[in-house]
């Protein structure tokens, strides 16, 4: 069966192709598409439910311990010292395709 040549799929611009061929992507298909993909999807689901609402317990016992509860960075002006030596950066450009 290794040997085993088909005919084109189409009728002018397609060739012989081995049966093998057709074999490989079968097996490969079958890793993806099986009875255990279901009960793959509910596992994942399940956890992805449990691990946000663990960390969302997380993150406000952090948020309790540190006292941060009403921050907002929005409100948080920056530093005089920081501006003042912001101002001395000269602004420069990066192009990412000739990094210059």
């Not at 397609?14 to 890793?31: E, G």
């Not at 946000?52 to 920056?78: F, I, K």
């Not at 501006?83 to 602004?91: C, F, G, R, S, T």
């Amino acid at each position: 069966m290794a040997n085993t040549t088909m005919c084109p799929i189409c009728d002018k611009f397609c060739n012989f192709w081995p049966l093998k061929d057709a074999c490989d992507m079968t097996s490969y298909k079958r890793l993806f598409d099986n009875g255990s993909t279901v009960y793959f999807s509910m596992f994942m689901s399940l956890w992805a439910v449990v691990f946000l609402e663990l960390w969302n317990r997380y993150s406000a016992e952090l948020t309790h311990r540190w006292d941060v509860y009403g921050y907002d960075p929005e409100e948080e002006h920056p530093r005089p010292e920081y501006l003042a030596d912001l101002e001395e950066v000269k602004e420069t450009r990066v192009n990412f395709v000739t990094q210059t």
